[in-house]
DNA sequence: GTCTATAATTCGATAGAC
DNA sequence: GTCTATCGAATTATAGAC
């Protein structure tokens, strides 16, 4: 196996681990094992446990907020650019399940700056999505309610899936699936 | 300070200490700390610490499955049905937000026949509001849908509730909160 | 009930040979 | 890159005096 491939290896094996076992439960030994070789070796792949969740997390972050800015850029209406985030938030988890099973249990294991910086691209992430329904209620696509609500609500019902796909992942019918979320919500606001 | 009282003030203690930093993270000397005793003390009030967490999962778990049962054996209506479903929903993180913050997060680290009985009542909450929710498309009061999709993610919706009570309690409008979430799941499910 | 002391184990990380 | 060996720290839990 090339170095390369090895490498891949290992983050895929200590990626499931964590999201099965969580990050504090998952020691470097459990790693090691899952790799089939010693305690020491984990260490030619990773600084330190703690820069292996900051890897996993922020990485998995920045997909996030990529796929959301690129929404908020265009010149699509509120309704079409809600649509389009409801899709990312359908497709990312069944894209990478594990990194979104840690973004959401584990990111409270981040510590100090790191942890302050995850909380507030987080909020900023929640902020734009709530001024986008502002928007569209401004521009009488949607009908009248609380934006912070329903963001928070939203947001947090999306929370379910990358279990789903972690567990019955082939079996998925994903347009389907997206088809059924995507009219629940927008059913839930159009005006 | 009597002897029931230190009692309660010792659960509210480790509740609140579990939910903040984590089980796993969590250690006897941390409760001990802030209980203001050496940690062997601890365990005048406790078996142990796994002992712990389960006494309170399973507490919350019963409130949430009595609740449930309650408004199933009603002759309510469907739709009415699930009205007071969500109203329970929205309730329950009001009152008891740091155990609602441990039925969450923290279920998984049971162990053995603890896990497994935790998650066949889980299992058994989900099938009963799945077949509450293909009753009221049945009677023609919901529209067709996928109710395991829809009951999925009705039910993660609401998980984010517990936070906003632990961070802004006393500023919280509950039945405005319960307001807006019940118009917005309705409306996306009505005929 | 509370304390001191400690047992028994586990964990993250490093040193140094090959 | 992989190994053996080990350090130093932290953890759950118990024993026994007061």
Known sequence: ???I???????????????EQGFKATTMRDIAKAMNFEVAN??????????????????????FNNGLKTI?????????????IIELYCHLPAQKPYQ????????RNLKDEK????KDEKKWHEDQIIQLIQDGI???????????IITKTMLSSFN????????????????????????????????
């Open 72 to 84: 908020l850029v265009s010149s699509d209406s509120s309704t079409k650019k809600l649509r389009r």
């Open 115 to 118: 942890l302050q910086k995850f």
């Open 42 to 63: 984990v260490y030619n792949y990773i600084e330190s446990k703690q820069a292996l969740l900051e890897n996993f997390l922020f990485d998995i972050a920045e997909d």
């Open 100 to 107: 979104i099973g840690l973004l959401i249990a584990e990111w």
């Open 160 to 191: 379910w899936l990358y279990t789903e796909f972690t567990l019955r992942g082939e079996e998925i019918d994903l347009p389907e699936l997206e088809k059924q979320i995507s009219e629940f919500i927008m059913d839930g606001l159009k005006a």
């Open 138 to 148: 401004d521009a009488g696509e949607l009908r009248k309610c609380n934006p912070y």
């Open 1 to 3: 196996m090339k170095k």
């Open 5 to 19: 491939e090895k490498q891949n290896k290992f983050h895929e094996v200590a990626l499931k681990l964590i999201h």
